[in-house]
Each structure stands twice: as structure tokens, then as C-alpha cells.
């Protein structure tokens, strides 16, 4: 009877570790379950949160259809966004590289498409962005972003007389280059600054949607 008592003593101790361990790792998953949901909504409904896409991953698609677009004026606008990109991530190095390749493109823009007016204003936002792009290619990050500003004023020229094959995302920082503000292109709603990089990164709003 003692050896019964003794089994069901210890069937019992096993029962009960058991169990807490059990309910620790229900309470952890909870936990972090509730912390997930809780970075979800830190900034209000999930659908208005600024998602991190700096791996790219998510820009891939968008990336190719920029490619793949509407002639030279789509590879003009990829390598623009992965400048953009460099900037945000405070890559220098990158970003001159970047600006040089940019400076290329758009080089290579052909313009022969278009009507003789649209050509000759063409013509002039072409040699104004390469100038923009050839500086960055050539400065330290400060600098690049002034040049960036001026850049982008380009580009959002450029767009609207060759447009777009996908939505693009018109974005503004009220507080660059001493509350004067700047201006930039980006193929997400997501606010992610060009201007500050991780300083201020989701300092800004969209302006509006160019289709």
C-alpha cells in the first residue's frame, strides 16, 4: 500500500511540473503574441502602419515593373527609388554610386517619342536632373540630400508628362532644409525619409498618389 501511495506521489509531483511548465509556455506565446499585436497597432490601424521595407523585399514587384514600364522614363524612375533608397538607409558610399547610375539613365532617356514641346521640356528636366545626379555622385551625404530635393522636383516633372504604369506616392518632410521643407517620389505609402534617414525615418506625409 506504501509503494502504491508512493507511485501515486510521484505521478502527482510530475503531474503538477508539468502543467507549469505548460501554462509558462502558454503565458510566453501569450505574451509575445500581445506584444506583436501591440507593435501592429502602435501607430494605429495595421492597414496605416509604416511598414519596414529596407531589405527590398517588399519593392520587388513594384522594382520590376518600373524595369519593365514605359521605355527608358521606368528605368529612370527605378534607379531614382534606389537612390532614394541609399539615402534613407544613410548609405553614402552607395548613394554615389547610385547618383552615377541615375546620371546614365537618364543620359539615355529617349525622348523621341514624344511631341516637339514635350521633347524640348523633356530635354531640360533631363539636363538638370544629370547635373543633380552627377553632384550627388560626388558628395558627402549632406549634400546629396540638397541635391536630392532639387532631384526630385525633376523627376515629379518628368512623371508628369511621361507618367507612370503604377501608383506612385508623391511624399513631403515639412521640416527639411531648416523647416523649408523637401519633396520625394516613392512607390509605397509608407513614409520612409530620404532626408533624415534613420534620424527622423518616418518624419512626413503622402501629398498625393500620381497614376
Known amino acids: 500500500m506504501s509503494k502504491l501511495k508512493l507511485v501515486f506521489g510521484v505521478v502527482a509531483i510530475a503531474f503538477v511540473a508539468l502543467t507549469a511548465v505548460s501554462c509558462k509556455?502558454?503565458?510566453?506565446?501569450?505574451?509575445?503574441?500581445?506584444?506583436?499585436?501591440s507593435e501592429m497597432n502602435a501607430d494605429g490601424d495595421h492597414s496605416k502602419m509604416n511598414h519596414d521595407?529596407?531589405?527590398?523585399?517588399?519593392?520587388?514587384?513594384?522594382?520590376?515593373?518600373?524595369?519593365?514600364?514605359?521605355?527608358?522614363?521606368?528605368?529612370?524612375?527605378n534607379d531614382y527609388f534606389n537612390l532614394k533608397d541609399a539615402l534613407v538607409a544613410d548609405d553614402n558610399a552607395k548613394a554615389?554610386?547610385?547618383?552615377?547610375?541615375?546620371?546614365?539613365?537618364?543620359?539615355?532617356?529617349?525622348?523621341?517619342?514624344?511631341?516637339?514641346?514635350?521633347?524640348?521640356?523633356?530635354?531640360?528636366?533631363?539636363?538638370?536632373?544629370?547635373?543633380?545626379?552627377?553632384?550627388?555622385?560626388?558628395?558627402?551625404?549632406?549634400?546629396?540630400?540638397?541635391?536630392?530635393?532639387?532631384?526630385?522636383?525633376?523627376?515629379v516633372d518628368m512623371v508628369e508628362i511621361t507618367g507612370t504604369s503604377m501608383t506612385i506616392y508623391q511624399q513631403y518632410c515639412p521640416m527639411y532644409d531648416n523647416n523649408k521643407g523637401g519633396a520625394w517620389l516613392s512607390m509605397n505609402k509608407e513614409i520612409r525619409n530620404p532626408y533624415f534617414g534613420d534620424k527622423m525615418l518616418k518624419c512626413g506625409k503622402v501629398q498625393r498618389e500620381i497614376n
Do not use: P
Not at 509556455?25 to 499585436?37: C, L, P, R, Y
Not at 529596407?54 to 522614363?73: I, L, Q
Open 25 to 37: 509556455d502558454a503565458k510566453t506565446d501569450k505574451n509575445d503574441s500581445t506584444e506583436h499585436h
Open 53 to 77: 521595407n529596407s531589405d527590398g523585399h517588399h519593392d520587388g514587384d513594384k522594382k520590376e515593373m518600373a524595369m519593365n514600364g514605359n521605355g527608358t522614363s521606368q528605368v529612370v524612375l
Open 96 to 155: 554615389k554610386n547610385l547618383g552615377g547610375t541615375l546620371a546614365k539613365s537618364l543620359k539615355a532617356f529617349d525622348t523621341s517619342k514624344y511631341s516637339d514641346d514635350k521633347q524640348s521640356e523633356l530635354k531640360d528636366i533631363i539636363e538638370d536632373a544629370t547635373e543633380h545626379a552627377e553632384h550627388i555622385s560626388e558628395s558627402d551625404i549632406a549634400h546629396q540630400r540638397e541635391h536630392f530635393k532639387v532631384l526630385s522636383k525633376d523627376m
